[in-house]
């Protein structure tokens, strides 16, 4: 059983920053990409940034240069820095990660966390 579970959402002002953190639990193996995406009311979910265990990142053009993403192998855990907050950065933030729960079964699956609010208004 593998869970993720984010935290760090809220409400915060234009111009503002949030970290959103990522912990994987369960029974993990090795876990390769892990990336946050977002969905605003009435929108599609979309792809906000992925980063590889290697370390490669990739990030929408909406938030180059304001988001960094990074994780922490030892603890299973990705973060989120968001800086210079936009109101169209409001939406729910999830978390994703692909897992290999064991060393005999060589596929990795994908994981879902259930959602962080972000609302970026004065």
């Known amino acids: 059983q593998v869970q993720l579970v984010e935290s760090g959402g809220g409400l915060v002002q234009p111009g503002g920053s949030l970290r959103l953190s990522c912990a994987a639990s369960?029974?993990?193996?090795?876990?390769?990409?892990m990336g946050w995406y977002r969905q605003a009311p009435g929108k599609q979910r979309e792809l906000v940034a992925e980063?590889?265990?290697?370390?490669?990142?990739n990030y929408a053009d909406s938030v180059k240069g304001r988001f960094t993403i990074s994780r922490d192998n030892a603890k299973n855990t990705g973060y989120l820095q968001m800086n210079s907050l936009k109101p169209e950065d409001t939406a729910v933030y999830y978390c994703?990660?692909?897992?290999?729960?064991?060393?005999?079964?060589?596929?990795?699956?994908?994981?879902w966390g259930q959602g962080t609010q972000v609302t970026v208004s004065s």
């Open positions: 994703n990660a692909g897992i290999r729960t064991s060393r005999y079964y060589s596929r990795y699956l994908d994981y």
């Open positions: 369960g029974t993990i193996f090795s876990i390769n990409v």
């Open positions: 980063i590889t265990s290697g370390g490669s990142t």
